[in-house]
């Protein structure tokens, strides 16, 4: 079964917001059908198990990132060759999408550059499944700076929208600016690494080891695998597991912690 009514039918809850308009587009009419219940076919989701409510979010989390990381590199007016080569990387290389969903990844990402729905309001959507887990929201403002980052710049359009995506998802400026710094924006490796544990560098030591320790456990892989997220979002999420493992073993090297 192609992707199209596996996922389609786990977006019922979502399809009169902006994410509907522009999963419809891309998944065309059984979008439809599914919505008025007569696709007459069992629906998955993305990932191949029967829909139930875990595969809503995890369906609905497919659709927002890629929207949100199509509104982000579309910013100042067009997407980007680079913006497309940054992430044919995340899709192929992090995230290691089938060659079905990443069709489709692909597609999302270019009709929410294309369309008129507002970064804030796919954020807000997002936001109102997603609220209740940080440690997500983190991980999908971390791919969309990855991709805005992808030539190296980030324009003050793309700053803008990105900002607005933070707000509606509680981060504050300081949450921002840790986020900035983590991508090497106006900073140093080491205020990087301090970046990615959320502190600033007049920290304390024993702040450096709680900090590590919390976000340690929180991003363990075990513990985003117990949150239900799908196992190539999961895959980012290792990835930031192992930014803060190189990032704490660069600031005790620093302050010769043991």
Do not use: C
Request: no cysteine.
């Amino acid at each position: 079964m192609s992707i199209i009514g596996r996922i389609v039918g786990t977006l019922i809850g979502a399809a009169f917001g902006p994410l509907g308009l522009i999963a419809g587009f891309v998944f065309g009419n059984l979008f439809d059908k599914a919505i008025s219940g007569e696709s007459g076919q069992t629906i998955y989701t993305p990932f191949g198990r029967k829909a139930d409510s875990l595969d809503q979010r995890q369906s609905m989390s497919f659709v927002a990132i890629f929207s949100l990381l199509g509104k982000v590199a579309a910013a100042d007016g067009s997407i980007s060759q680079a913006s497309r080569r940054s992430l044919d990387r995340l899709i192929d290389h992090t995230l290691q999408l089938d060659s079905v969903s990443a069709s489709y990844a692909r597609r999302l990402f270019e009709q929410a550059g294309a369309s008129s729905a507002t970064a804030e309001a796919i954020a807000r959507q997002y936001y109102q499944t997603f609220q209740d887990d940080y440690s997500l929201l983190e991980t999908t403002m971390n791919m969309i700076m990855s991709v805005a980052m992808s030539d190296g710049n980030l324009s003050s359009r793309e700053e803008q929208v990105i900002a607005s995506i933070a707000r509606v998802f509680g981060f504050s400026q300081q949450d921002l600016d840790r986020l900035k710094a983590r991508y090497g924006i106006n900073t140093s490796s080491i205020s990087k690494a301090y970046a990615t544990l959320g502190l600033s560098e007049s920290a304390s030591d024993e702040d450096v080891k709680k900090a590590y320790r919390k976000l340690s456990l929180e991003y363990h892989p075990d513990a985003v695998a117990s949150k239900g997220l799908s196992a190539e979002f999961a895959k980012f999420a290792t990835e930031k597991f192992k930014d803060i493992q190189e990032a704490y073993d660069s600031i005790k090297k620093q302050r010769g912690i043991r």
